[in-house]
């Protein structure tokens, strides 16, 4: 996994800092997809859905990736459907499509941390369900 650097750069004897840097708080659109690596690396991918605050009803959809421990606790906790906030950087993947060469950009979310928002019926309907029945 990439390390997260600020770069301090000058401009007009003034200091400037880059920062790439996202929080998002949204709903999962999909349950995690969680791959190992002989390396003993461990990566999670899954989409998450932010709706706007505005009346236009528009939902943003946002590739995430997470790498290591926070990987293991996504795929076993984030559910499709589940409450969570994202905290990470953007990264843009690039590449030529085979059939047409056309140059495709596509953001991806590589979060550092994630937490879990919702309460055990919003992340796991199935739980409550159960624990009503017991």
Known sequence: MENQTNQISFNNNRATVDLN??????????????RYFESGKVVTNFTLAVNRPMKDGLTDW??????????EIAGEY?????????EGKVR???W??????????????????????????????????QQATV
């Open 21 to 34: 840097h996202i929080i998002l708080v949204g709903r999962a659109g999909k349950d995690p997809e969680m």
């Open 62 to 71: 946002f590739d995430i990736e997470i790498w290591g421990k926070p990987a």
């Open 78 to 86: 984030v559910k499709k459907g589940s409450l969570i906030g994202v």
């Open 92 to 94: 843009w993947d690039s």
């Open 96 to 129: 030529n499509s085979k059939e047409t060469g056309e140059l495709n950009i596509k953001p991806i979310v590589i979060a550092d941390n994630i937490r879990l928002l919702g309460s055990k019926k919003d992340n796991n309907p199935d739980v409550v369900a």
